[in-house]
């Protein structure tokens, strides 16, 4: 019951500021307080919801911005699952080994600094001009934060696991798999969170520079829209990516959470 | 549930609390402005998007002694030469204080892009702008509140490739080879599509094998082999017409060369109507320079060449390769391509749409 | 006690904490002792006299001097023959279930049949009175109901020993008074070998089989028989007089 009144008080919340947000905004665009080219470059509600409905029937270059949303997913999931996986590579290693372990340490923190897009030159003359590329920028975004995560929960497992874990018989891998992924997990899905933002703007960010024609994906859709003057488009395709965004975090990160650290009482 | 009415109230509140900070920020310009005029010079991003009321649109009938401002967006590079001998030598607020006896400040806004410098001047931030025709005409088309005041510069643009076996565009149609140029709906775009329609191609044949990157990037992707071909326009294309292992495809140096009107001016219809003198000084500064530029090419190389960051010998011959004039050529033209080619939506009706009054050539 | 009959035999066991530097300090020195089967041994001891160490260096979990065999076999490193019930009420991993958390150290001894671990799971709660808990989280229980989970989960295990370090110290003394009844009553039905770790006597005197009381450095001071009959209770004969032995060389 007070679960359900808490939720209605949430709901209705959000609402009331999602409600505010809009009315602040139709009554931007209508007053005209962006001056006289103000439905050009502040469109009315109506208007992106209009070019919403567009970009998806008509879309640009004779393709659904369907078509460019799956491109960016699939180099976006891709990315992550490699990112992802090198992240927990790298923790395990460096909870084998003390060297591995300050080389790892120093080449996340250095790592961690660098924006993406500051790379794209370097990573195009190394890796050539491919979707490659942008596969290799999300894995740049998620494998820092992700590394860092995992590896602070690594440290943070507390000995008495290790030990009951070691008591067991476990030790090496089984000993990572039984017992220090398991007890770090609420780190480990805060850097899925931390990861999968990064890599969703740095995804979009990089094709907004650097775009292959041959795989258009969202950000190259944008970055049309800005170009050809189509604004309202172009907010239309900026709701599609908060919306896309929210699906992640509501979809599927949060019932991740549900059902591993919330489940057993180990949020922190 | 009263509590949920309190909230939409303040929520209410702050809406309208925001809308009248819109407009008494709009009132204030006026009788504030004397108090402003010492910030302006430094005035960047917001301040500038705040500016929105002066501008280029002075009141005429303003008493005398109240100082007008322009901001004008550039972008980086060769093409934008004479901005810099305007910039350097203070011709505008010379030239303004001549005609009118009043100061204005000019503040120089370098930008990334022509969209950009049109959401700016859309914004009512920028007055007067230079980007290429491709986005220009884009601007004037979509209505941005503007139209091309000048011509600027003419450059030699090209495609390269570093590939023995491509010699036309018959071998790149159909074919996994990448062809990197600055963006998708450039002008360099345009140029490719043009040249592909000119050789007797759809002039989208080549679409999917683009790859957007910028200038020095798609200069470096081509020699190390990223990419097979480059189209650039200078100094790049010059750069990388002597290196010894890359071939040109002539097509596209064929579809525009340097006579052809590359860089454009616009100044927005705002400034145009409220303020004909600031315009017209604008337009003789541009005329000034670009004048300058060619009568006495050694001596503009020496101020251009730091913005450049090129050699001083390097910017005199690329000076001397490039373009100057205020006349613009097949800008017509080139309008009515992107429209047939679907670049833009909607055709213009005549060269007289496109530009002001003042303006000569095609 | 013959040599053959201890299933737990400590050799000239030492061990040094800070080694070469200033704080140097030797915890356990030159410590030897033999556990027969089905003994329950108590130690005791003032803080600081090493016996939590000397139960880790027999679990496994420090690095000693001298030897640590069971059954006439040296072990070095952790195992399942000798299963630790900590002090931590958390020592349960708290992301499995009660039931699961009993069935994995089986699991990984290979047990693979799920009626059997079903089976060996059902039992030992039975034994420490939590059965109806199978399906909960570490988390939903009490302090004194993971430590019966973690009594279980030793149990299940069949391990030659279990060491027991202090798993009661935390509890109320309600509950730990319930929890020593019944650790005891399990230690005469299971036949098992425990060294238990207190620093309360009257815990010794209940469950213990034999007691031993510890100085600084681990030296021995008293080893004796607990005579007393179970269940002991203040009112035992003897439980008196124990008591005051004990405490005089606890406190010497």
């Given at each position: 019951m007070?679960?359900?009144?808490?939720?209605?008080?949430?709901?209705?919340?959000r609402?009331?500021?999602?409600?505010?947000?809009?009315g602040?905004?139709?009554?931007?665009a209508k007053?005209g307080?962006?001056?006289?080219?103000?439905?050009?470059?502040f469109?009315?509600?109506?208007?992106?919801?209009?070019?919403?409905?567009k970009?998806?029937?008509?879309?640009?270059?004779?393709?659904?911005?369907?078509?460019?949303?799956?491109?960016?997913?699939?180099?976006?999931?891709?990315?992550?699952l490699?990112?992802?996986?090198?992240a927990f590579?790298l923790?395990?290693?460096s909870?084998?080994?003390?060297?591995?372990?300050?080389?790892?340490?120093?080449?996340?923190?250095?790592?961690?600094?660098?924006?993406?897009?500051?790379?794209?030159?370097?990573?195009?003359?190394?890796?050539?001009v491919?979707?490659?590329v942008?596969?290799?920028?999300v894995?740049?975004a998620?494998?820092?934060?992700?590394a860092?995560?995992?590896?602070?929960g690594?440290?943070?497992?507390?000995?008495i696991?290790?030990?009951?874990?070691?008591?067991?018989?476990?030790?090496?891998?089984?000993?990572?798999?039984?017992?220090?992924?398991?007890?770090a997990?609420?780190?480990?899905?805060s850097?899925?969170?931390?990861g999968?933002a990064?890599?969703?703007?740095?995804?979009?960010?990089a094709?907004m520079?650097?775009g292959v024609?041959?795989c258009?994906?969202?950000?190259?859709?944008?970055?049309?829209?800005?170009?050809?003057?189509?604004n309202?488009?172009?907010?239309?395709?900026l709701?599609?990516?908060?919306?896309?965004?929210?699906?992640?975090?509501?979809?599927?990160?949060?019932?991740i959470?549900?059902?591993?650290?919330k489940?057993?009482?180990?949020?922190? | 549930m009263?509590?949920?009415?309190r909230?939409?109230?303040?929520c209410?509140?702050?809406?309208?609390?925001?809308?009248?900070?819109?407009?008494s920020?709009?009132?204030?310009?006026t009788?504030?402005?004397?108090?402003?005029?010492?910030q302006a010079?430094?005035?960047?991003?917001?301040?500038?998007?705040?500016?929105?009321a002066?501008?280029g649109?002075?009141?005429?009938?303003?008493?005398?002694?109240?100082e007008?401002?322009?901001?004008?967006?550039?972008q980086?590079?060769?093409?934008?030469a004479?901005?810099?001998i305007?910039k350097?030598?203070?011709?505008?607020?010379?030239a303004?204080?001549?005609?009118?006896?009043?100061?204005?400040?000019v503040?120089w806004?370098?930008?990334?892009?022509?969209?950009d410098?049109?959401?700016?001047?859309?914004?009512?931030s920028?007055?007067?702008g230079?980007?290429?025709?491709?986005?220009?005409?884009?601007?004037?088309?979509?209505?941005?509140?503007?139209?091309?005041?000048?011509?600027l510069?003419?450059?030699?643009?090209?495609?390269m490739?570093?590939d023995?076996?491509?010699q036309?565009?018959?071998?790149?149609i159909?074919?996994?080879?990448q062809?990197?140029?600055?963006?998708?709906g450039?002008f360099?775009?345009?140029?490719?599509?043009?040249?592909?329609?000119?050789?007797?191609?759809?002039?989208?044949?080549?679409?999917s094998?683009?790859?957007?990157m910028a200038?020095?990037d798609?200069?470096?992707?081509?020699?190390?082999g990223?990419?097979?071909?480059?189209l650039?326009?200078?100094?790049?294309?010059?750069?990388?017409?002597?290196e010894?292992?890359?071939?040109?495809?002539?097509?596209?140096?064929?579809?525009?060369g340097v006579?052809?009107s590359?860089?454009?001016?616009?100044?927005?219809?705002?400034?145009?109507d409220?303020?004909?003198?600031?315009?017209?000084v604008?337009?003789?500064?541009?005329?000034?320079?670009v004048?300058?530029?060619?009568?006495?090419?050694?001596e503009?190389a020496k101020?251009t060449?730091?913005?450049?960051?090129?050699?001083?010998?390097?910017?005199?011959?690329y000076?001397?390769?490039?373009?100057?004039?205020?006349?613009?050529k097949?800008?017509?033209?080139l309008?009515?391509?992107?429209?047939?080619?679907?670049?833009?939506?909607e055709?213009?009706?005549?060269?007289?749409?496109?530009?002001?009054?003042?303006?000569?050539?095609? | 006690?013959?040599k053959?009959?201890?299933?737990l035999e400590?050799?000239?066991?030492?061990?040094?904490f800070?080694?070469?530097?200033?704080?140097?300090?030797?915890?356990?020195?030159?410590v030897?002792?033999?556990?027969?089967?089905?003994?329950?041994?108590?130690?005791l001891g003032?803080?600081?006299?090493?016996?939590?160490?000397?139960?880790?260096?027999?679990a496994?979990?420090?690095?000693?001097?001298?030897?640590?065999?069971v059954n006439?076999?040296?072990?070095?490193?952790?195992g399942?023959?000798?299963?630790?019930?900590?002090?931590?009420?958390?020592q349960l991993?708290?992301?499995?279930?009660?039931?699961?958390?009993?069935?994995?150290?089986?699991?990984?001894?290979?047990?693979?049949d799920k009626?059997m671990l079903?089976?060996?799971?059902?039992?030992?709660?039975?034994k420490?009175k939590?059965s109806?808990?199978?399906?909960?989280?570490?988390?939903?229980?009490?302090?004194g109901m993971?430590?019966?989970?973690?009594?279980?989960?030793?149990?299940?295990?069949?391990?030659?020993?279990?060491?027991?370090d202090?798993?009661?110290?935390?509890?109320d003394a309600m509950?730990?008074n319930?929890?020593?009844?019944?650790?005891?009553?399990?230690s005469?039905?299971?036949?098992?070998?425990i060294?238990?770790?207190t620093?309360?006597i009257?815990?010794?005197i209940v469950?213990?089989?034999?007691i031993?009381?510890l100085?600084q450095?681990?030296?021995?001071?008293?080893?004796?028989?607990?005579?007393?009959?179970?269940?002991?209770?203040?009112a035992?004969?003897?439980?008196?007089a124990?008591?005051?032995?004990?405490?005089?060389?606890?406190?010497?």
């Amino acid at each position: 019951m007070e679960d359900k009144k808490r939720w209605a008080h949430t709901l209705a919340a959000r609402v009331i500021f999602v409600a505010a947000f809009l009315g602040l905004w139709e009554y931007v665009a209508k007053s005209g307080m962006m001056g006289e080219k103000s439905e050009l470059i502040f469109p009315s509600l109506e208007v992106i919801g209009g070019a919403l409905v567009k970009n998806f029937v008509q879309g640009y270059a004779g393709m659904s911005l369907w078509v460019y949303i799956g491109n960016s997913m699939r180099l976006l999931l891709e990315g992550l699952l490699i990112g992802i996986i090198l992240a927990f590579l790298l923790s395990g290693l460096s909870m084998v080994s003390r060297v591995f372990y300050d080389i790892c340490n120093l080449v996340i923190s250095v790592f961690d600094l660098l924006p993406g897009v500051a790379l794209l030159p370097v990573v195009i003359i190394i890796f050539g001009v491919k979707p490659g590329v942008i596969v290799f920028l999300v894995i740049h975004a998620v494998l820092w934060p992700m590394a860092r995560n995992v590896l602070d929960g690594f440290l943070a497992v507390p000995r008495i696991y290790i030990e009951a874990g070691q008591n067991m018989g476990l030790k090496g891998a089984s000993l990572l798999w039984g017992v220090y992924i398991p007890a770090a997990t609420s780190y480990i899905v805060s850097g899925l969170k931390v990861g999968w933002a990064r890599a969703w703007r740095g995804l979009i960010s990089a094709e907004m520079i650097f775009g292959v024609a041959s795989c258009p994906g969202i950000g190259l859709f944008i970055n049309q829209m800005r170009t050809n003057m189509n604004n309202a488009e172009m907010y239309a395709t900026l709701v599609v990516i908060i919306i896309i965004g929210l699906v992640v975090q509501y979809g599927v990160l949060s019932p991740i959470e549900k059902c591993t650290v919330k489940k057993w009482g180990m949020s922190r | 549930m009263k509590k949920y009415v309190r909230l939409l109230a303040i929520c209410l509140g702050i809406t309208v609390m925001a809308a009248g900070c819109g407009n008494s920020g709009q009132a204030q310009k006026t009788s504030g402005n004397q108090a402003a005029q010492g910030q302006a010079e430094d005035s960047t991003g917001s301040q500038a998007a705040e500016d929105e009321a002066d501008g280029g649109n002075q009141d005429a009938d303003n008493t005398g002694g109240e100082e007008a401002t322009l901001n004008i967006a550039y972008q980086y590079g060769l093409a934008y030469a004479p901005l810099s001998i305007v910039k350097e030598q203070e011709l505008i607020e010379k030239a303004y204080e001549e005609a009118t006896g009043n100061k204005v400040t000019v503040t120089w806004n370098q930008m990334s892009s022509g969209a950009d410098i049109n959401t700016g001047i859309s914004a009512g931030s920028i007055d007067a702008g230079f980007m290429g025709v491709g986005p220009a005409v884009t601007g004037v088309m979509k209505g941005v509140g503007y139209k091309i005041f000048t011509n600027l510069s003419g450059q030699e643009h090209g495609i390269m490739t570093n590939d023995d076996r491509i010699q036309s565009f018959e071998d790149l149609i159909g074919s996994s080879n990448q062809i990197a140029l600055v963006n998708i709906g450039s002008f360099q775009h345009i140029l490719l599509a043009m040249a592909l329609e000119n050789a007797g191609y759809d002039p989208h044949a080549l679409d999917s094998n683009i790859v957007a990157m910028a200038h020095p990037d798609g200069m470096a992707a081509l020699e190390s082999g990223n990419v097979s071909c480059h189209l650039t326009s200078s100094p790049y294309i010059f750069k990388e017409r002597e290196e010894g292992n890359l071939h040109e495809i002539m097509d596209v140096a064929e579809a525009w060369g340097v006579d052809g009107s590359f860089i454009v001016g616009v100044a927005s219809e705002r400034m145009h109507d409220n303020n004909p003198e600031l315009y017209q000084v604008l337009c003789d500064a541009i005329a000034e320079a670009v004048d300058f530029m060619n009568n006495s090419p050694e001596e503009a190389a020496k101020i251009t060449c730091e913005f450049d960051g090129n050699s001083e010998e390097d910017e005199l011959a690329y000076i001397q390769k490039s373009k100057y004039t205020i006349e613009t050529k097949g800008l017509f033209e080139l309008a009515s391509f992107m429209a047939r080619t679907e670049f833009i939506e909607e055709a213009p009706g005549s060269y007289e749409d496109l530009v002001f009054e003042n303006v000569k050539g095609d | 006690m013959k040599k053959e009959e201890a299933i737990l035999e400590v050799q000239n066991l030492s061990k040094v904490f800070d080694a070469n530097t200033d704080n140097e300090k030797d915890v356990l020195k030159d410590v030897s002792l033999q556990v027969a089967r089905n003994e329950f041994l108590c130690i005791l001891g003032p803080s600081g006299c090493g016996k939590t160490t000397l139960l880790r260096c027999i679990a496994g979990f420090e690095g000693y001097e001298g030897s640590v065999l069971v059954n006439g076999q040296e072990r070095r490193l952790p195992g399942t023959d000798r299963i630790m019930v900590f002090q931590d009420f958390n020592q349960l991993f708290p992301w499995k279930t009660v039931e699961k958390n009993i069935q994995y150290p089986l699991k990984r001894q290979g047990i693979r049949d799920k009626a059997m671990l079903k089976e060996r799971s059902e039992d030992v709660l039975q034994k420490v009175k939590l059965s109806g808990y199978e399906k909960y989280y570490p988390y939903q229980l009490s302090g004194g109901m993971k430590q019966r989970v973690a009594i279980a989960k030793a149990l299940a295990l069949k391990p030659e020993i279990i060491l027991m370090d202090e798993p009661f110290a935390a509890l109320d003394a309600m509950t730990r008074n319930e929890l020593q009844d019944e650790l005891m009553r399990i230690s005469l039905e299971e036949k098992c070998t425990i060294i238990f770790i207190t620093h309360n006597i009257q815990e010794a005197i209940v469950l213990g089989t034999r007691i031993l009381v510890l100085a600084q450095e681990g030296k021995i001071v008293v080893d004796e028989k607990n005579r007393i009959e179970k269940p002991v209770t203040p009112a035992s004969e003897g439980y008196g007089a124990t008591w005051e032995r004990l405490h005089s060389a606890l406190y010497q």
